[in-house]
């Protein structure tokens, strides 16, 4: 089943893929029944619509999720060229070799290979008390779930 905000977004995705003449109906699963399809080498014709966490370091995902050796997507092409550019993004020692070639992996997985549409969907509540004073919650768009606790402190 689809989270309120998931529905919204999923029901603009197809309103979209409509415009460009892709009439697609949505068809919510359970978790386990979408397991069955990405994790254990079951078949879909389709779209698979997944929430992936950027918590820590963001790029992590493309390892874990659509990397050369994971459970997830079984069925999805992983061509060479693709593994490296997630290899490099995955390994790079800092934000801006990481965004660099965060961004040549988009290219390929969305331009050259279309094997999976971004679609950017915060959601994330932070909840603090007044005396609580630079977690980095919320410091920058899409930051909400991360914060830095080194550099938070307490007022009296």
Known sequence: ???TTNQIAATSVQAMLKKVGIDAT???R????LQQVTNLGGT??????GNRTTVGDPVSPLGRMYGPNT???KMMLRPPDYLDAVAAAVAAPDFRSKQ???????KLITD????LCWLFNLQVDVVSQSRVHNTGFNVFPG???WWTPEEAWLSK
């Open 112 to 115: 050259k290979y279309c094997l």
């Open 71 to 73: 459970d997830w997507f």
């Open 26 to 28: 949505l068809d919510p």
């Open 44 to 49: 879909w014709d389709g779209l698979i619509w």
């Open 143 to 145: 930051s909400g779930a």
């Open 100 to 106: 660099k070639a965060t961004w040549e992996v988009q």
């Open 1 to 3: 089943m689809f989270s």
């Open 30 to 33: 359970v978790f386990t029944q």
